[in-house]
Nanobody, 129 residues
C-alpha cells in the first residue's frame, strides 16, 4: 500500500507557472513508475506526464510537451510536475499516480491510467485568461 498526496495547485494567470508536488508514503518509492493525469469538468481523464522508476526516462502528452516537466526526488519520496506557460485549457484536477513495485522494465513510462494502482485525491489547477 502507498499513499499519495498532491499539493501546489491553485489559480494562476495564463502564461504563468505552477509546480505540483506529490508526496508518497507507506511503501518503497524508488521502484515505482509515476505519472500525472488530469481531468477537466465534462471531460475524460487524460495522460499528462510519466517517469520510469529508474528516473531516467520521461513521457509527455503532446499538449504539454515543452511546457511541463516531471521529476522525482527519491530521497524525499516526492514526484513533481513543473508547469510553465500555462493555458486556460490546462485547467483541471491533476492527479498523481503510482504503479505497483516493479522489478523489471525499469525504463518504461506508462501512459494509460489502467497501468497505475495508486492515486492521489487530486489538486485543482485553474488558469485564467
Amino acid at each position: 500500500q502507498v499513499q499519495l498526496v498532491e499539493s501546489g495547485g491553485g489559480l494562476v494567470q495564463a502564461g504563468g507557472s505552477l509546480k505540483l508536488s506529490c508526496a508518497a508514503s507507506g511503501r518503497t518509492f524508488s521502484n515505482r513508475a509515476m505519472g500525472w493525469f488530469r481531468q477537466a469538468p465534462g471531460k475524460e481523464r487524460e495522460f499528462v506526464a510519466a517517469m520510469s522508476w529508474s528516473g531516467k526516462n520521461t513521457a509527455y502528452a503532446d499538449s504539454v510537451k515543452g511546457r511541463f516537466t516531471i521529476s522525482r526526488d527519491n530521497a524525499e519520496s516526492t514526484v513533481y510536475l513543473q508547469m510553465n506557460s500555462l493555458k486556460p485549457e490546462d485547467t483541471a484536477v491533476y492527479y498523481c499516480a503510482a504503479t505497483k513495485i516493479l522489478y523489471y522494465s525499469s525504463g518504461y513510462c506508462y501512459r494509460s491510467g489502467k497501468d497505475y494502482d495508486y492515486w492521489g485525491r487530486g489538486t485543482q489547477v485553474t488558469v485564467s485568461s
